[in-house]
């Protein structure tokens, strides 16, 4: 037995998403056995776009019955039958959260007859419900209402029912195992059984082609697996345009995030958002006060001149100037990691030697912040090589930083003898600085292998 249902909502995503409209007509495999359909009134407004769309107001839902009333007749007539609709995922996905939040479990076997027609009726140029029932000749009235949609989805499912090979298609699909019911309705399933469980990039494409998504993973396949059961408004409408995916291997994490962020900048895709907005940024300076004490110090970059070292986020800037109290035996209220006006008495920086009690003389204290001032801008200079895993067995990837500055990546097989800096260079496939590189080269560098030049 199989009922097929369509919804209107209010369209503020899965979570948000409140039904105003359902309708279920119940199919034995030869005909319609039983119909049911209400409008719904959902307790919150409904959004002007989305009246001018289906025609469903707050007035005309305003008697109509709760979700909670009409839930019984819903369980009824879907038990022990296999839940059918355009689309499958959003309707099913709508339905279990409003059940959901009633303290009931909604669980039911689905059908997609997006994915059914892509099987049985391929070749059409599109897939939309409109569209199709214009192809096959469906009559499709009150269209983006709850019945007539259902209704047209009905007369398109009992169509596929009866195609032949239809009855090892849909096995197939309820199959627990094939995933069907979980990809996207316009993306092939060949297309994800083809992505490796591998490191790399990953692009979503709509159906003309167009690059809607970039993203990276240490695991391709888990990683885009994983934005199918996404229930968020945004990976629900993304995954409902998905209609392709491309993806390049890496060989490792760092490379990927590295790939990622350049085709992030490169192509502006609509659905990456994280990339596209402008880090602020901290910089490390110095100063003479009044006493020709040199004090280190940190600030927002555009306020600092002349800066020593950059950060991206005030955490690290600080913990950075802690290691170099240590390591120098710098004050930590001359270093500004602590408001005083007597002695420091920071609870992690003991090293001290008393340039704030007036201990230590003003000429000694200066020339360790220079050392460590020096120190930083030699680390800067250095010629840098992070060696990774390649993308087969037999290769290497490495990331040249020079001057403090990323510079690109590249793949070199292991068998080639790789003896100088020109030698890496001409594997080094370009690549802009930008704020997000330098990030994430700073960020991973402590944790990987690198050897200077």
């Known amino acids: 037995m199989y009922t097929i249902i369509d919804i209107e909502t209010t369209g503020n995503g899965i979570k948000g998403n409140k039904i105003t409209e359902i309708a279920i007509f119940k199919f034995d495999g030869s005909q319609i056995v039983d119909e049911y359909s209400t409008l719904v009134n959902p307790q919150c407004p409904i959004p002007n776009f989305i009246t001018g769309l289906t025609g469903i107001d707050d007035q005309l839902v305003k008697d109509a019955p709760t979700f909670d009333q009409v839930a ?14 355009h ?24 059908l997609c007859t997006v994915r059914l027609s892509r099987k049985l009726i391929p070749g059409l140029q599109s897939y939309s419900l409109g569209k199709l029932c214009t192809a096959v000749k469906i009559p499709l009235q009150d269209r983006h209402r709850a019945r007539g949609d259902a209704h047209a989805t009905t007369l398109l499912f009992q169509k596929l029912y009866n195609t032949r090979g239809s009855d090892t298609v849909i ?13 996207p309705p316009h993306l092939p399933k060949s297309i994800f059984d083809g992505i490796p469980q ?11 082609g167009e690059i809607i998504y970039v993203g990276k993973a240490i695991n391709l396949k888990k990683r885009v697996l994983g934005h199918f059961y996404d229930k968020s408004t945004k990976e629900i409408r993304m995954c409902r345009e998905t209609a392709s995916i491309d993806y390049k291997l890496s060989g490792s994490e760092l490379v990927a995030l590295l790939m990622e962020s350049a085709e992030i900048k490169r192509l502006f895709p609509p659905y990456n958002s994280a990339q596209k ?10 100063y003479e006060d009044r006493k020709g004490i040199v004090h280190l110090a940190y600030n927002n970059l555009k306020g600092v001149p002349n800066p020593i070292k950059v950060f991206y986020n005030q955490t690290d800037c600080r913990a950075y100037l802690e290691e170099l109290c240590k390591t120098f035996s710098l004050c930590p209220k001359y270093c500004h990691l602590q408001q005083t006006n007597t002695s420091c ?5 003991t090293s001290c030697e008393g340039i704030c009690s007036g201990e230590e003389e003003v000429a000694q204290y ?11 801008q030699l680390s800067q200079k250095e010629v840098r090589i992070i060696k990774e895993k ?13 001057e403090g500055i990323y510079r690109g990546y590249g793949f070199i097989d292991q068998e080639l003898e790789v003896a100088s800096l020109e030698d890496i260079e001409a594997f080094i496939i370009p690549q802009k600085n930008t704020l997000e590189t330098q990030r994430i080269v700073e960020s991973l560098l402590p944790r990987l292998e690198s050897f200077v030049i």
């Open 87 to 110: 689309a499958v995922n959003f309707d099913y996905g709508v339905i279990k959260e409003e059940f959901r939040q009633l303290g009931i479990d909604f669980i039911r076997k689905k």
């Open 198 to 208: 591998k490191p790399g990039i990953y692009y979503f494409k709509n159906q003309q």
């Open 277 to 286: 907005r402008i880090a602020k940024q901290y910089a490390l300076f110095s």
């Open 366 to 376: 200066n020339a360790k912040v220079f050392n460590a001032i020096e120190a930083i």
């Open 72 to 85: 019984q007749k819903v369980l009824a007539m879907t038990e022990g039958s296999i839940f059918v609709a």
């Open 390 to 402: 390649g993308r087969e067995p037999n290769e290497n990837a490495v990331v040249l930083i020079t």
């Open 345 to 349: 008495s920071h609870h992690a920086i």
């Open 171 to 183: 096995q197939k699909f309820l199959n627990a195992r094939s995933q069907e019911a979980t990809l």
